[in-house]
Nanobody, 123 residues
Framework: QVQLVESGGGLVQAGGSLRLSCAAS????????MGWYRQAPGKQRELVAA???????NYADYAKGRFTISRDNVLNTVYLQMNNQKPEDTDVYYC?????????????????WGQGTQVTVSS
């Protein structure tokens, strides 16, 4: 299986910045895409930003111009740089990765999630 470990969440004042990191480990054969989602209590999980192996990115409208997603294909790590943060960015942020894992003779698809990291933006 594939495990994702997130870090970098915390408390920040409005206008400030945070950088989230998510490292993937396990018998990974490929990572096709990695992304960040967020979820508020009682609401559905929503996409914040995603990046494919080749580099194309996709952002939610509220993230464009403020957030930047990047990845290190050697370290199997994805980052989310969040600038000019707003109180409405307060949520639990989850890392996601999709790809293939397993031995050379047989690989399996995975859709893995991290445990979530809390981001709180104070006004």
């Amino acid at each position: 299986q594939v495990q994702l470990v997130e870090s970098g969440g915390g408390l920040v004042q409005a206008g400030g910045s945070l950088r989230l990191s998510c490292a993937a480990s396990g018998r990974i054969r490929s990572i096709n895409a990695m992304g960040w989602y967020r979820q508020a209590p009682g609401k559905q999980r929503e996409l914040v930003a995603a990046i494919t192996f080749g580099g194309p990115t996709n952002y939610a409208d509220y993230a464009k111009g403020r957030f930047t997603i990047s990845r290190d294909n050697v370290l199997n790590t994805v980052y989310l740089q969040m600038n000019n943060q707003k109180p409405e960015d307060t949520d639990v942020y989850y890392c996601n990765a999709v790809g293939a894992y397993g031995p050379v003779e047989k690989s399996y698809e995975y859709d893995a999630w991290g445990q979530g990291t809390q981001v709180t933006v104070s006004s």
